[in-house]
């Protein structure tokens, strides 16, 4: 198993910008493709971003297209969300997740087993 903690949050005015922390334990971090979901209260979970496991390949979701950078750092156990140009609907508790689950679309949340417990991003307007 893999214990994943985030950290990075906070308040940050509209064109700002954020860089989130996901650090996992143990030694087998390389094992999980990692992704990036968002959720408000009374909304439903969100894809944001994913990188697989070697870090070949990203994926975004239209709406942080562009804004958003996902990448990982094996030898440190830990994948980060660069945010930048943020905006109002920007604002969510982001969670971080690992998938062990070979031949899945990273895009949905069905795809991971671990989690985080979250960060709150504040976007101010």
């Known amino acids: 198993q893999v214990q994943l903690v985030e950290s990075g949050g906070g308040l940050v005015q509209a064109g700002g910008s954020l860089r989130l922390s996901c650090a996992a334990s143990?030694?087998?971090?390389?094992?999980?493709?990692m992704g990036w979901f968002r959720q408000t209260p009374g909304k439903e979970r969100e894809f944001v971003a994913a990188?697989?496991?070697?870090?070949?390949?990203?994926y975004y979701a239209d709406s942080v297209r562009g804004r958003f950078t996902i990448s990982r750092d094996n030898a440190k156990n830990t994948v980060y969300l660069q945010m930048n140009s943020l905006k109002p609907e920007d604002t969510a508790v982001y969670s971080c997740?690992?998938?062990?689950?070979?031949?899945?679309?990273?895009?949905?949340?069905?795809?991971?087993?671990?989690w985080g417990q979250g960060t709150q991003v504040t976007v101010s307007s």
């Open positions: 143990g030694r087998t971090f390389s094992r999980y493709a």
């Open positions: 990188i697989s496991r070697s870090g070949g390949s990203t």
């Open positions: 997740a690992g998938s062990r689950v070979s031949g899945v679309v990273l895009t949905t949340a069905d795809a991971y087993g671990y």
